[in-house]
């Protein structure tokens, strides 16, 4: 990367970039065409293997005076890019763009002016949030005080123009991490004595489903964690305790809302600094307060990662390899329900419904029996997992509804010893209606959750006392609206009967919200 020395860009935008040759030409255009045009953009390829690099060769070919690229060896995130340009750039006031959004055509001058009118150390802008043919604007900042921004601002690099000397008394930026943005941007801030704001959307946040802080199977996510651990660490300490507000109440969104497929690990982490927490600043916000107590009364076992499918009829090994992989992040035992760990002799009722080759009744009652035992989940044939069960760990047992009058009794799960399931086994010793192969083990689940848990049928997730979590159809029937789902069933077998319909998704899904609606 050479650069002309007699021209001092005002300012210079930062660009890490990774394979984002769909979206690269768009992010160069809004740099290069900016209204501020003595910039420079010093975009940095981290080990691309797609078409990025022939796209950056192009734009510095055609743009040499403002856009220089170089290529560092591949890190886990951005951080590399980013300390890179650091180092080489040459303007006093600096800016980033992520590779996969845009800024608006007259953003540099704005910030830039601002910047210059207060002698601010840093600029922050509001933006817009673009999610397929929605926009909507974000990021809007009330107060300017670095405590008001620490603990309510957003901890992301590209809606800000920093003065190059506080990167200086920040560090350097984390490498190898995600959400290194998290990690340092609350430093950048805490060490800044006054703060600019454009009260106008100046950049376009490409929310994608398929981006690293937003897959929900992604172990990444939990980087966030370590990111706190970081700005913990180097935050300037007059501010701490709103750094400290702002991530408790960012883990208890993140756990309920944002990431809840990683809840049990944040339910971990507060566990582990439950004293951090207890402060002031983060006791008065109510819903943080509210998450943080609950979480306290959670005890420190977990439903076990074993997972019990039913094999009476063959073992399915691909079923068994996939149920494996996909059920829990981490180590996952799956252990085949059938004659070899089944003793089908231990009622008349499940003696008779062996003979009667109704095996699913059969497993079902064999997994309530062990995961009393010994913990775990039980999974049926015709289930299909689309996120963890992890999220689910530290209640003592869950069900899921079926509708909004009936139970699923395909997947459910629970800890060793809890109430539930005690309730659900005795029925099957029961001499009246629960005797009856017939009396399925959803009617169970329903008659168990009426007469002794006093449940309203309503369709409605909630947590009952002995923290049974009853989920909504959402979760685990069904995907049709809404953002919670961990897995749901296949219908197919069902469709020649009166009480099953077939329609693309699509078709329910505008039925389903113009109704709510």
């Known amino acids: 990367m050479e650069k002309d020395e007699k021209i001092k860009p005002l300012i210079t935008v930062i660009v890490p970039v990774y394979n984002a040759e769909l ?9 290069v065409y900016q209204t501020l045009e003595n910039i420079e953009i010093i975009a940095v390829d981290n080990g691309s293997t797609d078409g990025t690099k022939k796209i950056l060769e192009d734009y510095e070919k055609r743009f040499s005076e403002k856009v220089f690229i170089a290529s560092i060896e591949h890190t886990n995130g951005p951080g590399g890019g980013r300390n890179y340009g650091l180092a080489h750039a040459r303007a006093s006031y600096i800016a980033f763009a992520d590779a996969d959004d ?19 150390d840093i600029v922050c802008c509001a933006n817009y949030d673009v999610k397929g043919n929605s926009i909507k604007k974000a990021r809007e900042l009330k107060r300017t005080t670095k405590e008001f921004v620490i603990r309510n601002g957003s901890m992301v690099f590209w809606n800000k123009l920093v003065k190059k000397c506080l990167f200086d008394l920040a560090g350097p930026v984390p490498e190898n991490i995600v959400f290194e943005d998290i990690a340092y941007v609350s430093t950048l801030i805490s060490y ?9 959307p100046l950049y376009y946040y490409i929310l994608r489903d398929d981006s690293g802080v937003n897959d929900l199977k992604s172990d990444r996510i939990l980087h966030s964690l370590e990111a706190y651990k970081i700005a913990l660490k180097n935050c300037n300490s007059d501010v701490k305790e709103q750094l400290i507000a702002s991530i408790a109440h960012r883990v208890c969104y993140d756990m309920k809302v944002a990431r809840w497929t990683f809840a049990d690990k944040f339910i971990e982490y507060i566990k582990e600094n439950e004293g951090l927490f207890d402060i002031p600043l983060v006791n008065e916000e109510k819903s943080t307060y509210d998450c943080l107590n609950k979480i306290k009364g959670f005890s420190d076992d977990k439903i076990a990662q074993t997972v019990y499918i039913n094999a009476f009829v063959d073992r399915n090994f691909k079923r068994r390899e996939y149920v494996s992989n996909e059920s829990f992040y981490g180590e996952t035992e799956v252990v085949y329900l059938d004659e070899s760990n089944c003793n089908i002799n231990i009622l008349p009722i499940i003696y ?13 009652y064999f997994a309530l029996e062990k995961i009393y035992e010994n913990g775990g989940i039980y999974i049926s044939d015709n289930i299909e997992i689309i996120n963890t069960f992890n999220c689910l760990k530290y209640f003592d047992s869950f069900i899921g509804y079926l509708d909004n009058k009936n139970f699923t009794d395909k997947v459910f799960g ?13 029925t099957y ?22 007469v002794i848990y006093g449940i309203n049928l309503d369709g409605k997730t909630r947590v009952l006392k002995d923290k049974i979590l009853v989920l909504d159809p959402q979760v685990l029937v069904t995907d049709i609206v809404g953002e919670y789902h961990i897995c749901r069933h296949d219908f197919s077998e069902y469709i020649s009967g009166d009480e099953y319909v077939v329609m693309k998704k699509s078709v329910l899904n505008m039925l389903l919200t113009n109704n709510n609606g």
């Open 102 to 120: 845009y800024f608006d055509f007259h953003a540099m001058e704005l910030l830039y002016d601002k910047a210059i009118s207060g002698d601010y």
């Open 429 to 450: 010793t029961f001499e009246n209606a629960y005797h009856r192969i017939d009396y399925s083990l959803a009617d169970r689940i329903k008659n168990v959750l009426v």
């Open 352 to 364: 008779n419904a062996y003979q009667k080759r109704e095996y699913e009744f059969v497993a079902q």
């Open 192 to 200: 800044s004595d006054k703060i600019g704001y454009v009260d106008k």
């Open 414 to 426: 629970g800890k060793a010893g809890n109430n539930l399931f005690c309730h659900l086994i005795e």
């Open 23 to 31: 979206w690269l030409y768009k992010c160069l255009d809004s740099l």
